[in-house]
């Protein structure tokens, strides 16, 4: 069993920074994928940025030139640190790992384990 703890959310002005941590603990290392969502309910969550096992990185298109993924393998934790902030970007962020999936970049339906959420605003 996964469990994984995000902070690091918070309310921001458009143009400002964050990073977003998620503390793992358990198996991850036999994780295919590691990887961020973020949703704005009603909608679907979306994945916005992933590591798979061989260490390749990943983006969505709206997200690649301001968010940055990375992971600290002795601190077992995954981070996402994002900059420009926009309005957009307002979300609950998802930390997920998933122990079977080859695309790490696809659905909330490729991830088995997730952490409860951080939420992010950003106000223009």
């Known amino acids: 069993q996964v469990q994984l703890v995000e902070s690091g959310g918070g309310s921001v002005q458009a143009g400002g920074s964050l990073r977003l941590s998620c503390e793992a603990s358990?198996?991850?290392?036999?994780?295919?994928?590691l990887g961020w969502f973020r949703q704005v309910p009603p909608e679907e969550r979306e994945a916005v940025a992933a590591?798979?096992?061989?260490?390749?990185?990943m983006y969505a298109d709206s997200v690649k030139g301001r968010f940055t993924i990375s992971k600290d393998n002795a601190k077992d934790t995954l981070y996402l640190q994002i900059n420009s902030l926009k309005p957009d970007d307002t979300a609950d962020y998802y930390c997920?790992?998933?122990?079977?999936?080859?695309?790490?970049?696809?659905?909330?339906?490729?991830?088995?384990?997730w952490g409860q959420g951080t939420q992010v605003t950003v106000s223009s």
């Open positions: 358990g198996y991850t290392y036999t994780m295919n994928c």
């Open positions: 590591i798979d096992s061989l260490g390749r990185i």
């Open positions: 997920a790992a998933s122990d079977w999936s080859t695309n790490c970049l696809g659905s909330k339906y490729e991830y088995n384990f």
